[in-house]
């Protein structure tokens, strides 16, 4: 027999009414991944032969999704939910006819770890079990199963709360809904499965006290740590449910070597990889793929999507989505980084900048106040404020590149396409439309003229012309010139 499972069967058929979503339940996330996301990635730890997840309300989205993040695994079609053991017999309808331990899981329990799953499982095959039942003792048991033990502690079954006596009701061990079964022992008890109970449902549970009935081993393996055990019903438990993974994914990165200046408004995605000597500021949010390299420092107030930090670099009130920070970059506050923005060593993007589609070459800077899209900055290069790259002609968007060590003076607007060339220098309020060689400098504003006198003829007794006529050291018919200067 493999040391694997023959199968893990991950039911999902239910509706989620309690969520009022127009959304699947399972397809709800937490920490970057959906609630069926968790229990395939728990299950798929066990290196089943077979992992199917039943499929019911919802069923094209939830096997859409399931297609693209979790190729593996075969869906199996609950057309009407009349039960969990109709559910599971649903699945096992699909597969081939099964040898060894079944384990069935729920979609919507997404803190249990397929560690748990594997402790599941040996403690299963080490008691020579028929039919082996995950367990947790809460405080408030109602709605759940009970597991109802005989004098000598072993396990009998588990009645639902619904069909519980007064003194059932009383037990405080409850039915997690996961299981690990023996395949034959699965099968023989869901034939055998009936609608005699108060919700006139095929009950999983009643496959657990069948197996003990026909004279098999019924265990229980208990979990000290409930939250791995617990559903999500509602948008209430979906906030519980992200929060503890939260508090858990960060006291994991903690232990790595991460600061995690303030827990409580950090959140950080299952799927996000941080280096040694990472710090994160409060109101930090790491999202996706991103990762960031050791040493580098994120926040206050920052928000990483998809996002690559080099070692070393500083990332303050920032917006990212798609954008690659090189090592000992500079970025913030208040910079908003977009798909395709490359910051290379060094480099710096500061107060009100947007790049996207850009690289901005090592130690290069964009400190203030510009937009930077579908440009090429190379090395050195000193990006004056509010300069703006203009890369849309109102129909399409085209390219521009400056050289190394390129000066732009402030608030240039470069008409792209264009070219500045190597060690070229742009002249402040300039719009330049034509490419500039190395070198030079490029002048591109109209010349300044004064008319001198203007504000005493147009805005005669205005407090700008009384100003300018104390600054000229001139005086009106009515007051005498003034001995001590200004007062
Ligand atoms: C079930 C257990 C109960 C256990 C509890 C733990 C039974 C009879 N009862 O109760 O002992 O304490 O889980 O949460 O098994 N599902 C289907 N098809 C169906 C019915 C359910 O796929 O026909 C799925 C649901 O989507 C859900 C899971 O199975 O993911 C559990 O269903 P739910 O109705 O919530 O189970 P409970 O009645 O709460
Ligand atoms: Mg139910």
């Given at each position: 027999?493999?040391?694997?499972?023959?199968?893990?069967?991950?039911l999902?058929?239910?509706e989620g009414?309690?969520?009022?979503?127009?959304?699947p339940?399972?397809?709800?996330e937490i920490g970057?991944?959906?609630?069926?996301?968790?229990?395939v990635q728990?299950?798929?730890?066990?290196?089943?032969?077979h992992?199917?997840?039943?499929?019911?309300?919802?069923?094209?989205?939830?096997?859409?999704?399931?297609a693209e993040?979790?190729p593996?695994v075969?869906?199996?079609?609950?057309d009407?939910?009349?039960?969990?053991g109709?559910?599971?017999s649903?699945a096992?309808?699909?597969?081939p006819p099964?040898?060894?331990?079944?384990v069935?899981t729920?979609?919507?329990?997404?803190?249990?770890a397929g560690?748990?799953?594997?402790e599941?499982?040996?403690?299963?095959?080490?008691?020579?079990?028929?039919?082996?039942?995950?367990?947790?003792r809460v405080?408030?048991?109602?709605?759940?199963g009970?597991i109802?033990?005989?004098?000598s502690?072993g396990?009998?079954g588990?009645?639902?709360h619904?069909d519980?006596?007064?003194?059932?009701?009383?037990?405080?061990?409850i039915?997690s809904?996961?299981?690990?079964?023996?395949?034959?022992?699965?099968?023989?008890?869901?034939?055998?499965?009936?609608?005699?109970?108060?919700?006139?449902?095929?009950?999983l549970t009643?496959?657990?006290?069948?197996?003990?009935?026909?004279?098999?081993?019924?265990?229980?393996f208990?979990t000290?740590?409930?939250?791995?055990?617990?559903?999500?019903?509602d948008?209430?438990?979906?906030?519980?449910?992200?929060r503890?993974?939260?508090?858990r994914?960060?006291q994991r990165w903690m232990?790595?070597?991460?600061t995690v200046?303030?827990?409580?408004?950090?959140?950080v995605d299952?799927?996000?990889?941080?280096?040694?000597?990472?710090?994160?500021?409060?109101?930090?949010?790491?999202h996706?793929?991103?990762?960031?390299a050791?040493g580098?420092?994120?926040?206050p107030?920052?928000?990483l999507?998809?996002?690559?930090?080099?070692e070393?670099?500083?990332?303050?009130r920032?917006?990212?989505?798609e954008?690659?920070?090189?090592?000992?970059?500079?970025?913030?506050?208040?910079t908003?980084?977009?798909?395709?923005?490359?910051?290379?060593r060094?480099?710096?993007?500061?107060?009100?900048?947007e790049?996207k589609?850009?690289?901005?070459?090592e130690?290069?800077?964009?400190?203030?106040l510009?937009?930077v899209?579908?440009?090429?900055?190379?090395s050195?290069?000193n990006?004056g404020?509010?300069t703006?790259?203009v890369?849309y002609?109102?129909?399409a968007k085209?390219?521009?590149v400056?050289?190394?060590?390129?000066r732009?003076g402030?608030?240039?607007?470069l008409?792209?396409p264009?070219?500045?060339?190597?060690?070229?220098?742009?002249?402040?309020?300039?719009v330049?439309?034509?490419?500039?060689p190395?070198?030079?400098?490029a002048v591109a504003r109209a010349?300044?003229?004064?008319?001198?006198?203007?504000?005493?003829?147009?805005?005669?007794g205005?407090?700008?012309?009384?100003?300018?006529?104390?600054?000229?050291?001139?005086?009106?018919?009515d007051?005498e010139?003034?001995?001590?200067?200004p007062?």
């Open positions: 027999m493999s040391e694997h499972p023959a199968a893990v069967v991950v999902a058929a239910g009414t309690r969520m009022k979503s127009s959304i339940k399972v397809l709800h970057g991944r959906s609630l069926i996301g968790h229990a728990a299950a798929a730890a066990l290196e089943p032969e992992l199917v997840v039943v499929v019911g309300h919802g069923r094209d989205r939830v096997t859409d999704h399931l993040i979790a593996q075969t869906t199996a079609v609950q009407q939910q009349l039960g969990t109709h559910a599971v649903c096992l309808a699909t597969l099964l040898d060894g331990v079944v069935v729920y979609g919507d329990v997404p803190l249990l560690q748990t799953l594997a599941l499982v040996a403690r299963h095959r080490a008691d020579g079990n028929a039919a082996t039942v995950l367990t947790a405080t408030d048991p109602t709605g759940y009970r109802v033990r005989d004098s502690g396990v009998l588990i009645v639902e619904k519980a006596d007064d003194s059932q009701r009383g037990i405080r061990e039915n809904g996961i299981y690990a079964f023996d395949a034959a022992v699965l099968r023989a008890g869901l034939a055998g499965l009936t609608t005699h109970n108060a919700q006139g449902e095929l009950y009643d496959v657990v006290g069948s197996a003990r009935t026909s004279g098999g081993r019924v265990g229980a208990e000290t740590d409930a939250w791995q055990t617990e559903g999500v019903n948008r209430v438990q979906l906030a519980a449910m992200r503890e993974l939260n508090t994914s960060l232990r790595e070597g991460v200046v303030d827990p409580a408004t950090t959140w299952v799927t996000v990889s941080l280096g040694r000597d990472v710090v994160l500021h409060p109101g930090t949010q790491l996706g793929a991103t990762t960031v050791p580098a420092q994120v926040g107030d920052t928000t999507v998809d996002t690559e930090v080099g070393g670099a500083s990332i303050v920032t917006h990212a989505v954008a690659r920070i090189g090592p000992e970059a500079v970025v913030g506050p208040f908003y980084l977009r798909p395709g923005a490359v910051l290379r060094r480099a710096k993007a500061g107060a009100f900048v790049i589609s850009s690289t901005v070459g130690g290069s800077k964009v400190p203030h510009s937009y899209g579908d440009a090429e900055i190379g050195g290069a990006i404020a509010a703006v790259v890369n002609d109102g129909q085209h390219r521009t400056i050289g190394d060590q390129v732009v402030s608030d240039t607007m008409i792209a264009v070219t500045v060339g190597d060690g070229a220098y742009t002249a402040a309020g300039s330049i439309t034509q490419d500039v190395p070198g030079s400098m010349r300044q003229r004064n008319v001198e006198g203007w504000v005493e003829r147009k805005r005669a205005s407090p700008s012309a009384e100003a300018a006529r104390r600054a000229l050291g001139r005086h009106t018919d007051q010139p003034s001995q001590g200067g007062q």
